[in-house]
T-cell receptor
Framework: NAGVTQTPKFQVLKTGQSMTLQCAQD?????MYWYRQDPGMGLRLIYY???????DKGEVPNGYNVSRLNKREFSLRLESAAPSQTSVYFC?????????????FGQGTRLTVV | KNEVEQSPQNLTAQEGEFITINCSYS?????LHWLQQHPGGGIVSLFM???GKKKHGRLIATINIQEKHSSLHITASHPRDSAVYIC??????????FGEGTQLTVNP
């Protein structure tokens, strides 16, 4: 039972390069999320998908795009990486929102943009 | 001011001590989550509660809706409890607002 799987675990990009962070969950959850974690700040929501076929902006969406490929997979794309996007990225999922159920998190992707 | 405030930011304890981490929030919420992040970086959900108290092993979480305050207690602390503890609040739907976390170190 893998839970939430993120790839890659580590990545170094040059400014201007693009990449996609992959996330998959095997718990049949409806809702999926992408967060970033920066020193001295709490986790911040980048984008979320409340259900298959829908995506919405979170608190810090600029510079990112997402795709909810199917119920299992939710990817995060950086089209032109900037040093300000150096962060640790977490994917999470929950059965339906955050009010009634706990969230399950992936192991994180540590991204450095030089 | 962050909507979710945690205290203390850092906490060092001796093995066996009773530990309390506090979380205050400024708006009405529908649920509050306590999460644990180990040095390896992964985040694990400990509790989700909307009222009263929950217990799991040596961990206890309480919430006082009127006072907009929640606490996480660890009884008989152990070095393996060393981690960052994060509280997060939701007003419903799909958004969580996170505190900055409390770094707990338990020394043997």
């Amino acid at each position: 039972n893998a839970g939430v799987t993120q790839t890659p675990k580590f990545q170094v990009l040059k400014t201007g390069q693009s990449m996609t962070l992959q996330c998959a969950q095997d718990m049949n959850h409806n809702s999926m999320y992408w967060y970033r974690q920066d020193p001295g700040m709490g986790l911040r929501l980048i984008y979320y998908s409340a259900s298959e076929g829908t995506t919405d902006k979170g608190e810090v969406p600029n510079g990112y795009n997402v795709s909810r490929l199917n119920k299992r997979e939710f990817s995060l794309r950086l089209e032109s990486a900037a040093p300000s996007q150096t962060s640790v990225y977490f994917c999470a999922s929950s059965p339906l929102g955050h009010s009634n159920t706990e969230a399950f998190f992936g192991q994180g992707t540590r991204l450095t943009v030089v | 001011k962050n909507e979710v405030e945690q205290s203390p930011q850092n906490l060092t304890a001796q093995e066996g001590e009773f530990i309390t981490i506090n979380c205050s929030y400024s708006v009405g919420i529908s649920a509050l989550h306590w999460l644990q992040q180990h040095p390896g970086g992964g985040i694990v959900s400990l509790f989700m509660l909307s009222s009263g108290k929950k217990k799991h092993g040596r961990l206890i979480a309480t919430i006082n809706i009127q006072e907009k305050h929640s606490s996480l207690h660890i009884t008989a602390s152990h070095p393996r409890d060393s981690a960052v503890y994060i509280c997060a609040a939701t007003r419903g739907g799909s958004r969580l607002t996170f505190g900055e976390g409390t770094q707990l170190t338990v020394n043997p």
